[in-house]
């Protein structure tokens, strides 16, 4: 057995249809495409939307809103998540979170939320920590 003998196995590969060859093919005359009109024509694509010159629905609904060019949002984390997932005395930072999974990287950076309660001594260094989270460590 080599690879010049390997053949698809039966009903693996379909004919293509060829179309306009005649009345006696099937699809001969208008080829399946119907009478006249754009899509008969050879070469028709059509735009992603297009609703074949209706005013088509992403401009008939109204816009609202919009996206502010300097908002950059937090990785936001609580107090009982730091808790759990570090020991006494130790830093912690942005980068720390990071490879604890217990935040993915924002531009922003990342924000303490009060959540919880805290009995370790941690040093915080991070972006942001809301004034509840404050009051609590």
Request: glycine share 14%; proline share 4%; hydrophobic share 30%.
């Amino acid at each position: 057995m080599n690879s010049s003998t390997l053949k698809f196995p039966a009903g693996a590969q379909k004919n293509r249809k060829r179309v306009g060859r005649g009345p006696g093919s099937g699809t001969g005359k208008t080829s399946g495409r119907g009478h006249k009109g754009q899509k008969s024509r050879s070469g028709y694509t059509h735009r992603r939307g297009f609703e074949g010159g209706q005013m088509p629905l992403n401009r008939r609904l109204p816009k609202r809103g919009f996206t502010h060019e300097s908002r950059f949002p937090f990785a936001v984390i609580n107090l009982d998540s730091l808790e759990a997932a570090f020991d006494s005395g130790v830093e912690v930072t942005t980068d720390s979170l990071v490879q604890a999974k217990l935040v993915k990287t924002r531009s922003g950076g990342v924000k303490v939320l009060g959540r919880g309660e805290i009995t370790k001594a941690l040093k915080l260094r991070v972006n942001a920590v809301s004034a509840s989270a404050r009051t609590k460590i």
